[in-house]
């Protein structure tokens, strides 16, 4: 992509996330008026992954096998690097239509299909397909009800998960800032239920590891908040919640 491209979408898209005061993910349409989503990952630091296995190749590859397994996803338009960047990547792919599950969490709550979600997440499981970011602002539900996945880089495909894993990644679901006004008023622990009665686990003993899942991880958010002199967190309370409400 060449710098006036480059600036080009900057000026005419729709900026929706940023990576400190560089454009992240930008909406625009094409030649022909069609949604288009373009995403870019700056480079990081000397000792990350991304060095030898770029997230935006992870991505393409993502969203390929998704599709390849039937399980909704965007379609890659194309990819590249910026010129006068060479660190810097980006891909184009087609926005998949769907609202995400966050914002109907926020503003309709009782519009969550806890049961069919939860069903959603075992079929996920059932295909081998450990997402890292599983939570609710990377699902979407479509027009016709269906799930959708974005924001696909971090993901592992296995023939199917083991059960080790199904729980940890039910607890890091359970545990995502963002959600945690909605999921800590009650249905986190429905959806674990009904994933257990659906899968043949037992509830009581999967909602335990879950519960202790998410408690290590708001233990580790207070501490580096703590080292960064910020207040600790109370429990269920998350940064994104206080500055939501703000």
Known sequence: MSPETFDRLCREGKIIETKGLRPAVIEHRDGDGRIRITKFWYPRSAFSS???RPYAWRFVAATQELLRRRIRAPTIVACGILIEQPKTRWVTYEKLSGTPLRHISQDNPQDVDIYRLARFIQTLHDAGIYFRALNLGNILICSDKGYGLIDVADIRFLKSLPRHLRIRNLGSFCAQPGDSAYLHAGPAHAIVTAYCEAVGFDPLE?????????QRRRDKMTRIRRRRGLPA???????SDRERNA
Do not use: C
Not at 206 to 214: C, E, F, S, T, W
């Open 50 to 52: 991304d060095r030898f």
């Open 206 to 214: 999967i909602l335990a590891k879950v519960d202790r899942n998410v």
């Open 233 to 239: 967190l109370k429990i269920g309370e998350y940064p």
